[in-house]
């Protein structure tokens, strides 16, 4: 059974320009959420998807952006890239829909803004 | 609100015991735990709900004060594999799934 999957697994991107990250949950999971993870910090959630909308969300400019589909795949958009974007980005799928229980996460994507 | 770790820091021989304590300012409805080694992905540790359910791993045991929003986790006979970041996630609301993490408390298990 294939745990939380995110691609790509590393990336380096330029001020300004936009990026795609990727996740796939974990089997028989319907919910995801992402976490944003600075160096020597706890994650931050961003936001949660469910039912393909997004259902909760953290305090993040509208830069971020989200997508679900209908395999309960999700990507993460962020768009005009800043120096303190630069961070580890999780992704964690639970089988709950949106409601508490067992977050699994991913092994993560380290964004790198130049 | 985030949450409060306490200690930031330990450092143990094998075999000793550790408690790491979580507080809250807000009323929680559930506290997740999780462990992250250098480099990884956070590991799933336990979850205690409003009103005692727990779900978790069977050599870790924690305890959720609800009138206090406090949790602490408990490490017992600690061995070199439980090294790493330990962090605690709160949820406020119930049922949403939203998670707020502590900034994390570091472990170091000695031999």
């Known amino acids: 059974d294939a745990g939380v999957t995110q691609s790509p697994t590393h990336l380096i991107k330029t001020r300004g320009q936009q990026v795609t990250l990727r996740c796939s949950p974990k089997?028989?999971?319907?919910?995801v959420s992402w976490y944003q993870q600075a160096l020597g910090q706890g994650p931050q959630f961003i936001f949660q998807?469910?039912?393909?909308?997004?259902?909760q969300r953290g305090n993040f400019p509208d830069r971020f952006s989200g997508h679900q589909f209908p395999n309960y795949s999700s990507e993460l958009n962020v768009n005009a890239l800043l120096l303190g974007d630069s961070a580890l980005y999780l992704c964690?799928?639970?089988?709950?829909?949106?409601?508490?229980?067992?977050?699994?996460f991913g092994p993560g994507t380290r964004l790198t803004v130049l | 609100q985030q949450p409060v770790q306490s200690p930031q820091a330990v450092i143990l021989r094998e075999g000793e015991d550790a408690v790491i304590n979580c507080s809250s300012s807000?009323?929680?409805?559930?506290v997740h735990w999780y462990r992250q080694k250098h480099g990884e992905a956070p590991v799933f540790l336990m979850i205690?709900?409003?009103?005692?359910e727990q779900k978790g791993h069977e050599k870790i045991s924690a305890s959720f004060n609800e009138k206090k929003q406090q949790s602490s986790l408990y490490l017992t006979a600690s061995q070199l594999s439980y090294s790493g970041t330990y962090f605690c996630g709160t949820e406020a609301s119930g049922n949403t799934g939203k998670l707020i993490f502590g900034q994390g408390t570091t472990l170091q298990v000695k031999p």
């Open positions: 998807y469910y039912e393909e909308e997004e259902r």
């Open positions: 807000k009323a929680l409805y559930s």
């Open positions: 089997s028989g999971h319907d919910t």
């Open positions: 964690a799928s639970s089988p709950s829909g949106g409601r508490t229980d067992t977050q699994y």
């Open positions: 205690l709900l409003k009103g005692g």
